[in-house]
């Protein structure tokens, strides 16, 4: 069954090492294409929780802030449901036939 890893542009996952297992497993390698924060769903995330627990809110200490952040993420699937299941979604344009978005596999 192929195996495709789709990451972002970050550096440590462009090196040698990681072209090499790639090859020797037969993973194709994806990388969104740079400044594209809303294909990736951790980044979705992470602006849900922003928006949630940071935006118009005050906490007296660091502790209660912690709290909150961990509250949400640990009863957003039963809370925040419906709007997860929009943001969270894989819905978007498909690169598959553009040329600015090539899948790539590295061979030695």
């Excluded at 390698?29 to 928006?51: D, G, M, T």
């Excluded at 007296?60 to 039963?78: M, N, V």
């Excluded at 598959?96 to 590295?106: A, E, G, Q």
């Amino acid at each position: 069954m192929p195996i495709s890893i789709v990451w972002d542009n970050a550096r440590y996952q462009k090196c040698a090492a990681v072209f090499e297992l790639a090859s020797e497993l037969g993973i194709t390698l994806v990388y969104l294409p740079a400044y594209s924060p809303h294909l990736n769903l951790i980044e979705r995330l992470w602006r849900f929780v922003r928006k949630e627990c940071l935006y118009s809110k005050y906490y007296a200490d660091f502790p209660s802030f912690r709290a909150a952040i961990s509250t949400l993420i640990d009863t957003a699937d039963l809370n925040q449901k419906e709007r997860l299941k929009s943001l969270m979604s894989w819905k978007f344009q498909s690169f598959k036939k553009s040329n600015s978005y090539p899948n790539r596999v590295y061979q030695k």
